[in-house]
């Protein structure tokens, strides 16, 4: 975990350097953007980790997998939120996520331009900025926020009626999105985090950070993975996830 953070933060110092400046941003083949500062604050990550960690692999965005015979697995997206970034909006993040024998271990995220890092490992919580953080207690969807990158990408991916209706249903709802929303949920400034589309890079931080503040990281179908292509975060309250699963269902989301 104390190795994560600081690769975390150096990353976050290699994007702070293109932040607010004029570059280039490049479109991907799925329409995404890619910058010099995502192949720069990746590259960082992947010669830090090699360094210290020579015989896990690791997986990012943009340079895709390497091989390893630990059994550890660094999972890393060095721009979450490169829309934000290309815009110059401070809600995107560092993501370092490490699985151990394909479970989860440790996250961290850091959100460079606003000043918040957190990090979580097994059974050891999780800290923003070094200090304990939870999840809210609040239990009523009337009383919630919800949030989401974006509530029009539900319908293309086959969730726009449940998220029209937990719209609805909640007392309060923003796009605060990518990793910054599920990072609100798990300290405790928001209540649920609706993402249609996800990597598992995209997750593979968020879920320790989310549940050792108390919180659950799932599917839209309700299970507890990094790979199901898509995802939810909630304060955890069983009452609250309760309710947000059974409006899920009567939808019948795919």
């Avoid at 943009?62 to 401070?90: K, Y």
């Avoid at 999840?135 to 029209?164: K, Q, V």
Wanted: charged share 25%.
């Amino acid at each position: 975990m104390e190795c994560a953070e600081q690769l975390a933060r150096e990353a976050g110092e290699i994007t702070l350097a293109y932040f607010r400046r004029p570059f280039v941003a490049e479109r991907k083949a799925d329409g995404s953007f890619v910058t010099a500062a995502d192949r720069e604050a990746e590259r960082h990550l992947r010669v830090g980790i090699e360094k210290l960690f020579p015989d896990d692999a690791i997986l990012g965005e943009e340079e895709g997998e390497r091989a390893g015979d630990s059994g550890r697995r660094w999972i890393i997206d060095p721009i979450d939120g490169t829309f934000s970034f290309v815009h110059g909006v401070p809600f995107y993040g560092v993501l370092i996520g490490l699985e151990i024998d394909d479970e989860p271990i440790v996250g961290v995220v850091n959100m460079p331009a606003l000043g918040e890092l957190a990090v979580a490992a097994r059974g050891l919580g999780c800290y923003l900025n070094g200090v304990r953080a939870r999840t809210s207690s609040i239990a009523t969807l009337e009383e919630s926020l919800l949030l989401a990158t974006d509530f029009g990408m539900c319908w293309e991916y086959g969730f726009g009626a449940a998220a029209e209706e937990l719209q609805r249903r909640f007392g309060a709802r923003r796009t605060w999105g990518d990793c910054y929303g599920h990072l609100l949920v798990a300290t405790g400034r928001a209540e649920c985090m609706l993402d249609p589309v996800m990597n598992v890079w995209d997750c593979a931080a968020l879920l320790p950070v989310v549940e050792e503040a108390g919180g659950t990281f799932s599917d839209w179908r309700g299970a507890r993975t990094i790979g199901g292509g898509n995802a939810i975060s909630t304060n955890g309250n069983a009452s609250l996830s309760s309710a947000i699963r059974k409006i899920i269902d009567e939808k019948q989301c795919k």
